[in-house]
């Protein structure tokens, strides 16, 4: 059986899906306050763990237990079409299983739980038994933690040298909160294919309105209380960024609601942007840099 070529795995582990995870361990980074002195090896280890590895090892996991769905939706990807060949795709998903522990457990034992966890739901959310991505509920939850709460986690590990402050656990957990509904917008680009499969996203089960509204609501009241523990712990200017930046989004969210089916693609665009850049706001005021 021939193998597959560098090219077609790297389409496999889907590249553009790294930026979100790596993003977020950014966000941990300058979270944590702490100089990078003699660790910025750390630093390229956790990106490479973050995104490559752990995202990468993810997307390859999804593919592997989606190809019979992708041979009639997507017959062009790697493994239907035939360029990932045989039982190769379960391997890579495997392989990158090992090799992402290993470089975790180099990173330290809270990089090395934080990336247990994280595969351990990768494998979840798209293998049987559980299939969580099945559930309108768990799916995006999932994805929610683990892109944006982990990887923060991770970040923020990495440079404080163990487990992260408690405020910086705090904001991370209430961004991956906010990601709910990010990953909420995300499905709409594919309802008519979930009613199809049996998928019970929530614009599926909910309704497009209804599920929009839910998102919109997700996303802002997750961000008041950041503003508000921002305020609180006394990072004035990096809560009042954050707060100018979810005024942005609210205005966005309006024409969002208007017609959430049609602008989910804009307000991905637009809103999730300011959303990641309030992240980065609020990470710059724990780090003590504003």
Same mark, same amino acid.
């Given at each position: 059986?021939?193998?597959?070529?560098?090219?077609?795995?790297?389409?496999?582990?889907?590249?553009?899906?790294?930026?979100?995870?790596?993003?977020?361990?950014?966000?941990?980074?300058?979270?944590?306050?702490?100089?990078?002195?003699?660790?910025?090896?750390?630093?390229?280890?956790?990106?490479?763990?973050?995104?490559?590895?752990?995202?990468?090892?993810?997307?390859?996991?999804?593919?592997?237990?989606?190809?019979?769905?992708?041979?009639?939706?997507?017959?062009?990807?790697?493994?239907?079409?035939?360029?990932?060949?045989?039982?190769?795709? #379960?391997?890579? =998903? !495997?392989?990158?299983?090992? /090799?992402? @522990?290993?470089?975790? %457990?180099?990173? $330290?034992?809270? &990089?090395? *739980?934080?990336?247990?966890?994280?595969?351990?739901?990768?494998?979840?959310?798209?293998?049987?038994?559980?299939?969580?991505?099945?559930?309108?509920?768990?799916?995006?939850?999932?994805?929610?933690?683990?892109?944006?709460?982990?990887?923060?986690?991770?970040?923020?590990?990495?440079?404080?040298?163990?487990?992260?402050?408690?405020?910086?656990?705090?904001?991370?957990?209430?961004?991956?909160?906010?990601?709910?509904?990010?990953?909420?917008?995300?499905?709409?680009?594919?309802?008519?294919?979930?009613?199809?499969?049996?998928?019970?996203?929530?614009?599926?089960?909910?309704?497009?309105?209804?599920?929009?509204?839910?998102?919109?609501?997700?996303?802002? #009241?997750?961000? =008041? !209380?950041?503003?508000?523990? /921002?305020? @609180?712990?006394?990072? %004035?200017?990096? $809560?009042?960024? &954050?707060? *100018?930046?979810?005024?942005?989004?609210?205005?966005?969210?309006?024409?969002?609601?208007?017609?959430?089916?049609?602008?989910?693609?804009?307000?991905?665009?637009?809103?999730?942007?300011?959303?990641?850049?309030?992240?980065?706001?609020?990470?710059?005021?724990?780090?003590?840099?504003?």
């Amino acid at each position: 059986m021939p193998s597959p070529s560098a090219s077609d795995v790297l389409e496999l582990l889907k590249p553009i899906t790294w930026f979100p995870p790596m993003w977020a361990f950014g966000c941990g980074v300058l979270s944590a306050g702490v100089a990078f002195d003699e660790r910025w090896l750390f630093v390229i280890g956790g990106i490479a763990l973050t995104g490559p590895f752990v995202c990468g090892t993810s997307q390859a996991v999804n593919d592997w237990f989606d190809r019979h769905v992708d041979a009639i939706n997507e017959p062009d990807r790697p493994i239907p079409s035939g360029r990932i060949p045989g039982r190769w795709g #379960l391997g890579i =998903a !495997v392989a990158g299983t090992v /090799l992402s @522990l290993g470089l975790a %457990a180099i990173l $330290g034992f809270w &990089v090395f *739980a934080a990336a247990c966890l994280g595969l351990s739901l990768a494998w979840a959310y798209s293998a049987p038994p559980f299939r969580l991505k099945t559930s309108g509920w768990a799916g995006p939850a999932t994805v929610g933690l683990t892109y944006e709460g982990l990887s923060w986690f991770t970040g923020a590990s990495i440079l404080a040298g163990g487990l992260p402050p408690a405020p910086v656990i705090a904001i991370l957990l209430l961004y991956s909160i906010g990601a709910f509904g990010i990953m909420v917008l995300n499905d709409f680009k594919a309802v008519e294919g979930d009613r199809i499969t049996g998928l019970r996203s929530l614009p599926v089960t909910l309704g497009v309105s209804r599920a929009a509204r839910l998102a919109c609501l997700v996303m802002a #009241l997750a961000q =008041a !209380v950041v503003i508000a523990l /921002l305020f @609180l712990l006394g990072y %004035a200017l990096s $809560g009042a960024v &954050v707060a *100018a930046l979810l005024l942005g989004q609210m205005f966005l969210m309006v024409r969002l609601l208007k017609d959430p089916a049609r602008h989910a693609p804009w307000y991905n665009a637009t809103g999730v942007t300011l959303y990641v850049l309030g992240m980065l706001a609020a990470a710059l005021g724990l780090g003590g840099y504003v």
